[in-house]
């Protein structure tokens, strides 16, 4: 899918629709009409929102859907949601949680030492 552009391709000042057309009888309206915040993603933050969306924002379907960790997932909704000009609670003790949940699950034998470096890795993203 085409994606309208969000910026101008000579200054990169966000760009605004001015005219809306009718496909069956040609009526137009003309105005300044900016661009939603979804019309600012990336096509990789659509394609992410699209998949969350199909799950119901249910982040274990994700899990499924993707083969990506909770965190991960969890930090690419963030992004999304950064991008879109919302702000983020604090998050203090997340990153601290998981690594100890992590280290847990690989103390348990739930995980090999190469799955839990993965992980470990990925909340440094």
Same mark, same amino acid.
């Given at each position: 899918?085409?994606?309208?552009?969000?910026?101008?391709?000579?200054?990169?000042?966000?760009?605004?629709?001015?005219?809306?057309?009718?496909?069956?009888?040609?009526?137009?309206?003309?105005?300044?009409?900016?661009?939603?915040?979804?019309?600012?993603?990336?096509?990789?933050? &659509? /394609?992410? *929102?699209? =998949?969350?969306?199909?799950?119901?924002?249910?982040?274990?379907?994700?899990?499924? $859907?993707? !083969? #990506?960790?909770?965190?991960?997932?969890?930090?690419?909704?963030?992004?999304?949601?950064?991008?879109?000009?919302?702000?983020?609670?604090?998050?203090?003790?997340?990153?601290?949680?998981?690594?100890?949940?992590? &280290? /847990?699950? *690989?103390? =348990?034998?739930?995980?090999?030492?190469?799955?839990?470096?993965?992980?470990?890795? $990925?909340? !440094? #993203?």
């Amino acid at each position: 899918m085409t994606q309208m552009p969000a910026h101008c391709p000579a200054c990169q000042s966000e760009m605004a629709v001015t005219q809306l057309s009718c496909t069956n009888c040609d009526t137009a309206i003309v105005g300044h009409y900016p661009l939603s915040a979804f019309n600012r993603l990336p096509e990789a933050s &659509l /394609a992410f *929102l699209e =998949a969350f969306i199909r799950a119901r924002g249910n982040i274990k379907e994700m899990e499924r $859907e993707t !083969g #990506e960790s909770y965190w991960t997932i969890r930090s690419r909704l963030d992004k999304v949601i950064a991008q879109m000009g919302f702000d983020l609670p604090p998050d203090e003790g997340a990153a601290g949680a998981a690594r100890k949940e992590i &280290l /847990a699950r *690989l103390g =348990a034998s739930e995980i090999d030492v190469d799955e839990a470096a993965r992980l470990l890795k $990925e909340l !440094g #993203e």
